[in-house]
C-alpha cells in the first residue's frame, strides 16, 4: 500500500528549505522503488521544527524534523516509513504538547490537509457550514453569528454579527463583502498560513458572508509579500468555481457568489480598512472619515461586509457546528479562539490557537519555551507595531481584548514578538515612530508630520537631552487624539509603554 | 518631455490594458501586470492608463508612487528585499540589512554597480517566527539568515547569472 509522505508548501517551511527536501524524498523514493504518495500540506504551525516532515502510518502520522537536504539519505537509511528511530523523529505529530495543548477550531485542518485539495478539504469537514448555511434565511445565519459571540479577529474585535446585520439591513445594492488579508503586522502570520494552509475555508466563509448580508461578489484584499498565498487562493477559487462552489448557480441553488483576489502594492496603512477600500477602487491607500460606515457607503459607496481572514475562516465552523459550540470556548466578553503567533526572539516559535483565557506568560513560557537566544527576556510586543512593549512585570495578564486595553495595551491580531536583554528600548521607541513617518497616508497632520518630530525628538532624547521626554509624551497624545486611524491614533502605544516601562532606555531612573 | 512607449514594451502595455481595463478598480492589477513583464512600471505608461481607465494622469501617477512595491526604473536581476520590522529587528534584522549594504556596495532602494542586486527594505514577510527573514526574486522566501547565508545566497545567484 502506497505511504504518505507529507512536506509542507506552507511559505514558512519553504523559506527553510523545503521545496529542496520534498524534492530530495521524491528522488529517494525512486531510486529504493518505493510506493510512496508526496502531499505538500499546509504548516502545523510548529515553525521552529520546519520542515516538518510527516509519514502516515496505522498509528497516526509521525513527525520529523526539523529536516533538512542532508538529513534525507539518513531518514530513509533508518526506514523512516516503518520506523521512529531516527534522531528527528518527534514521535506522534498530534502528541506533540505544542499542538496537543491548543484548540484548533479555525486552524483544524491547516497543516493536515492538502490546502489546494477540494476533496480532502470536503473529506475533513469542508462546506457544511456553507451546507447548513444554504438551508437558513440570512437572519437566522446572522443571528448565528452573533450568538457564537464572534468578534472581530483583525484587531478592532468588533462583533461580527452586528457588522453583518448592518449590511444585510441597508438598503442600496449591489453589496459587497471583503476580505481584509493585508496582514501587515509585524509578528503576526496568522492569515497568511491560513490562506495558504487552508484556502478552501476563507472562500466558504465569504461564501457565507455573502448569503447573509446579499453579496454576490467578493475579494479578497492581500499583500503582495504574500505571493504563495496569493497562489493558493487563485488555484482553490478556481477549483471551487469549477466544482460549483463558486459562481453562479451555487451548490445548485439561484445564489451566485464569486471572488477575485487582489494584491496590495507594500503599504501598511491599507490593513486600515477605508485605506483598503480605496485602493480596491484604484486609487491611493488614503484613509477615509467615518461615517459614512463602510457597512452602509464602503467599496464603490455600496454597503460592504469586511471581515479579516481569521474571522471569515471561523464562520464555517460556526454554521457548521453551531454557535453555542463556539461560544462555549473563551472568557468574558471574549469568546471563541484567537490564533496566537509566537514570533521574534522565542525558542519555539509558531501559531498557537487558544481559547481566550491563558495568560500572555503561560503562552510565551508553556508554548514560546523562552527565548531563543536563551538571554533573559526583556519586553514583548503584542498586538503588532502599534501594540504596547509590555515588561516581565505584565506577563500575568489574560489573554483577552477586555484584560489588555485596561492596561492600555491592545491583543490586536494575536502576534506575540519577544525580545531579549540586549534590546534598547529608545530604539524601538524611535522606530515606531519612524515606521509610522514611513507608512502614514498622509491625511492627518499629527500622523503624517509628528511621526518625523517624533523621530526628532526621541533622537535628541537618545543623545541625551531628557528634557524632551515631556514633549515626546505631548506629542503622544496629539498624534493619539488627532489621527483619524489607528496608525497616528496608536502608534503612542509602544513609545508611550516604551517610556513608561523602560525608563532607564531613556536615559532616565527606572520606573 | 515624457518618453513614449514603443515596439514590444507598447505593445505588452497595451495587451495588459486591454486585458483588465474592464475590472472595477483596475488600476492596482494593472500596474502589478505592467511592472510583473517589465519589471517597473514606466512613466510613458501612465498616460495610456489614464486614457483606457478615464482617470487624470495625475491620479494615476498618484497611484504609482504612493505605493512602495511599484517602481518607476529597472531594477536590477534580483530584488533583494530584507525584512526589518519588528519580530526581525528582535532576531538581528537591522546587522543582517547593515550586512547586506556592506556586502552589496549599495544602500536601500539602490542598485549595485553591476545591475545584479537591488536592495530594498520591507517590513514584515509573515515569517515572523524564524526571522530575520528575505525575499528575494518572484516568491524565493529565507528565514533564520544570517551574513554568512546571506553571502552565500548572493554568490549563488551572481553565479547563475
Not at chain 1, 437572519?139 to 453583518?164: Q, Y
Not at chain 1, 513617518?437 to 525628538?457: D, F, H, M, Y
Not at chain 2, 483596475?26 to 514606466?42: N, R, S, T, Y
Request: glycine share 10%; with cysteine.
Amino acid at each position: 500500500m502506497s505511504i504518505r509522505i507529507y512536506v509542507p508548501r506552507d511559505s514558512g517551511a519553504l523559506a527553510l528549505g523545503a521545496a529542496a527536501v520534498a524534492a530530495a524524498i521524491a528522488c529517494e523514493v525512486i531510486a529504493r522503488g518505493l510506493d510512496c504518495e508526496l502531499v505538500r500540506n499546509g504548516s502545523r504551525g510548529l515553525c521552529w521544527l520546519e520542515p516538518l516532515v510527516e509519514v502516515a502510518t496505522p498509528q497516526g502520522r509521525i513527525a520529523f524534523g526539523p529536516v533538512t537536504i542532508a538529513d534525507v539519505p539518513s531518514l530513509f537509511a533508518a526506514d523512516f516509513l516503518h520506523s521512529q528511530r531516527h534522531p528527528l523523529c518527534l514521535g506522534p505529530t498530534e502528541a506533540i504538547p505544542y499542538l496537543k495543548n491548543q484548540e484548533r477550531l479555525t486552524f483544524a485542518r491547516v497543516g493536515v490537509t492538502d490546502p489546494l485539495s477540494l476533496d480532502d478539504y470536503l473529506a475533513h469537514g469542508g462546506y457544511q457550514g456553507l451546507q447548513r448555511a444554504l438551508t437558513l434565511s440570512a437572519d437566522a445565519i446572522i443571528d448565528e453569528v452573533g450568538e457564537s459571540g464572534l468578534r472581530g479577529r483583525g484587531g478592532a474585535a468588533f462583533p461580527t454579527g452586528v457588522k453583518w446585520r448592518t449590511v444585510q439591513q441597508a438598503a442600496a445594492t449591489p453589496k459587497y463583502v471583503v476580505c481584509n488579508a493585508d496582514e501587515g503586522d509585524s509578528g503576526t502570520f496568522s492569515d497568511r498560513m491560513l490562506m495558504e494552509g487552508d484556502p478552501f475555508a476563507l472562500l466558504e466563509g465569504m461564501t457565507i458572508a455573502g448569503l447573509a448580508v446579499g453579496a454576490s461578489q467578493g475579494y479578497i484584499y492581500t499583500r503582495i509579500e504574500y505571493p504563495h498565498a496569493i497562489a493558493a487562493l487563485r488555484a482553490a477559487i478556481a477549483t471551487a468555481t469549477a466544482r460549483g462552489y463558486l459562481g453562479a448557480r451555487l451548490r445548485g441553488t439561484e445564489r451566485t457568489f464569486s471572488i477575485d483576489v487582489r494584491a496590495g502594492g507594500g503599504a501598511y496603512v491599507c490593513g486600515e480598512e477605508t485605506a483598503m477600500l480605496e485602493s480596491l477602487e484604484g486609487k491611493r491607500g488614503i484613509v477615509r472619515a467615518k461615517p459614512p460606515l463602510p457597512a452602509l457607503a464602503g467599496l464603490f459607496g455600496q454597503p460592504t461586509a469586511i471581515n479579516n481572514v481569521i474571522s471569515l475562516a471561523t464562520v464555517p465552523i460556526i454554521l457548521a457546528r453551531g454557535a453555542a459550540f463556539y461560544r462555549d470556548y473563551g472568557v468574558g466578553r471574549s469568546r471563541g479562539t484567537l490564533p496566537f503567533q509566537l514570533a521574534g526572539n522565542v525558542a519555539h516559535g509558531g501559531l498557537v490557537e487558544k481559547a481566550f483565557g491563558l495568560t500572555l506568560r503561560q503562552l510565551i513560557e508553556e508554548f514560546g519555551g523562552g527565548t531563543r537566544s536563551g538571554r533573559p527576556l526583556r519586553a514583548v510586543q503584542v498586538g503588532g507595531p502599534l501594540g504596547a512593549y509590555l515588561p516581565e512585570a505584565q506577563l500575568g495578564t489574560v489573554l483577552d481584548y477586555e484584560a489588555f486595553a485596561a492596561i492600555g495595551a491592545v491583543v490586536g491580531h494575536g502576534g506575540v514578538v519577544i525580545f531579549d536583554d540586549r534590546v534598547d528600548m529608545a530604539r524601538q521607541a524611535r522606530y515606531a515612530m519612524e515606521f509610522c513617518a514611513l507608512e502614514s497616508c498622509g491625511k492627518c497632520t499629527p500622523c503624517r508630520i509628528g511621526s518625523t518630530r517624533g523621530v526628532e525628538v526621541v533622537d535628541r532624547i537618545i543623545a541625551g537631552d531628557t528634557t524632551q521626554i515631556p514633549l515626546l509624551r505631548d506629542l503622544c497624545d496629539t498624534l493619539q487624539h488627532g489621527s483619524l486611524c489607528a496608525m497616528g491614533s496608536m502608534t503612542p502605544y509602544p513609545v508611550r509603554s516604551a517610556l513608561d516601562y523602560f525608563a532607564e532606555d531613556f536615559g532616565t531612573p527606572p520606573s | 518631455m515624457l518618453e513614449t512607449l514603443a515596439g514590444p514594451t507598447l505593445q505588452t502595455v497595451e495587451r495588459l490594458i486591454a486585458a483588465k481595463r474592464q475590472l472595477p478598480g483596475a488600476l492596482l492589477p494593472l500596474l502589478h501586470d505592467i511592472q510583473e513583464a517589465l519589471g517597473f512600471v514606466p512613466p510613458a505608461a501612465v498616460p495610456l492608463l489614464a486614457t483606457a481607465l478615464n482617470r487624470s494622469r495625475a491620479e494615476v501617477h498618484g497611484v504609482l508612487t504612493y505605493y512602495h512595491y511599484f517602481r518607476q526604473q529597472p531594477a536590477g536581476q534580483h530584488v533583494l528585499r530584507i525584512c526589518r520590522a519588528e519580530a526581525c529587528q528582535a532576531n538581528g534584522a537591522e546587522a543582517l540589512l547593515e550586512h547586506a549594504r556592506r556586502a552589496l556596495g549599495c544602500t536601500d532602494h539602490e542598485t549595485t554597480a553591476d545591475g545584479a542586486f537591488t536592495l530594498e527594505p520591507v517590513y514584515c514577510l509573515g515569517q515572523c517566527a524564524c526571522g530575520p527573514a528575505l525575499w528575494i526574486d518572484a516568491d524565493e522566501l529565507h528565514a533564520r539568515m544570517t551574513p554568512e547565508k546571506l553571502d552565500a545566497l548572493i554568490a549563488e545567484k551572481r553565479s547563475a547569472t
